[in-house]
């Protein structure tokens, strides 16, 4: 078992930063990869960037350039670095976790943080 607690979230106007952060719990060392979603109002969640555990990292395009994911294996956290931030990066985002055992990989969700972009 694993638990996520995002923190982070807020307002901020175009242009702006935000630092989302996700610290995990329990179970932490069978975590192969982390990872940030995001799900605006009335539309699917979406990936926004994922790091595994060798440090390779994937971005959806919207954001790259702009955002920057990282991990501190030894506070089990994993933070989302967002500059440049848009209108449309407004969503609710979630933090994510793959947790591998022997035969299956089970993912794990945080309970979500608030991002709001606007003037």
């Known amino acids: 078992q694993v638990w996520l607690v995002e923190s982070g979230g807020g307002l901020v106007q175009p242009g702006g930063s935000l630092r989302l952060s996700c610290a995990a719990s329990?179970?932490?060392?069978?975590?192969?990869?982390m990872g940030w979603y995001r799900q605006p109002g009335g539309k699917q969640r979406e990936l926004v960037a994922r790091i595994v555990s060798d440090g390779r990292t994937n971005y959806a395009d919207s954001v790259k350039g702009r955002f920057t994911i990282s991990r501190d294996n030894a506070q089990n956290t994993v933070y989302l670095q967002m500059n440049s931030l848009k209108p449309e990066d407004t969503a609710v985002y979630y933090c994510?976790?793959?947790?591998?055992?022997?035969?299956?990989?089970?993912?794990?969700w945080g309970q979500g943080t608030q991002v709001t972009v606007s003037s």
């Open positions: 329990g179970t932490t060392s069978r975590i192969s990869a």
């Open positions: 994510n976790a793959d947790v591998v055992s022997s035969v299956v990989t089970t993912q794990y």
